[in-house]
């Protein structure tokens, strides 16, 4: 089954139950989700609501590729991602992504690498509003993989994930979504 990826606006709220419906199979005895939301306070400071921008082409190609990365390293059903541009009030989800396996294991698995690459590797911008301010926020795990790219030891492979077999050799399941330039020694 394909994945779906739908990037909304215009203030409309992600219908969950239409991705978790999408990924729902006979086949299958798992579906995990990872729900992000906008909380009520950060650091002390209360929110009023987040604001995320994106130029949707290329957040689309982005997940489209980490889709890809995750039914090369697993074996799933469905995967389905929603993103919400614009304003989340507080309590609302800005990011949904249910997968559907026939187990817990790679559902758990693919589930936390979806988010973690989305946060990584997609160029999206947040502004935290707060009750007293508003400021663009740092998305640091995508600056930690871009400052990291070409570096020995960072961008790499989280090697938190199953070995996936590779023609005679076993690779960590990131092997290939980051490419980094290690000069020789």
């Known amino acids: 089954m394909c994945s779906i990826i739908e990037i909304l606006e215009d203030n409309i709220i992600i219908d969950t139950n239409k991705f978790i419906n999408y990924v729902q199979s006979p086949h299958c005895g798992a579906i995990e989700t990872f729900a992000g939301t906008t909380r009520v306070t950060f650091d002390g400071k209360d929110i009023l609501e987040l604001?995320?921008?994106?130029y949707v082409p290329m957040e689309m190609c982005c997940i489209e590729s980490i889709?890809?990365?995750?039914?090369?390293s697993w074996i799933l059903n469905a995967i389905a991602v929603a993103h919400q541009l614009g304003p989340v009030p507080v309590?609302?989800?800005s990011v949904f992504i249910p997968i559907s396996t026939s187990n817990r294991d790679d559902a758990f698995d693919a589930c936390q690498f979806m988010i973690d690459e989305v946060k990584a590797s997609v160029p999206i911008w947040k502004k935290e509003v707060?009750?007293?301010?508003?400021v663009w926020k740092e998305n640091s795990e995508f600056m930690e993989r871009r400052d990291g790219l070409g570096k020995p030891g960072l961008g790499q492979c989280c090697q938190k994930k199953v070995l996936v077999e590779e023609g005679p050799e076993k690779r960590g399941c990131c092997a290939g979504k980051v490419k980094v330039n290690v000069a020789d020694p």
């Not at 604001?51 to 994106?54: E, F, I, L």
């Not at 889709?67 to 090369?72: D, E, G, H, N």
């Open 51 to 54: 604001r995320y921008k994106a």
């Open 67 to 72: 889709c890809s990365s995750a039914r090369s």
């Open 91 to 93: 309590g609302e989800t």
């Open 130 to 134: 707060y009750t007293d301010g508003e």
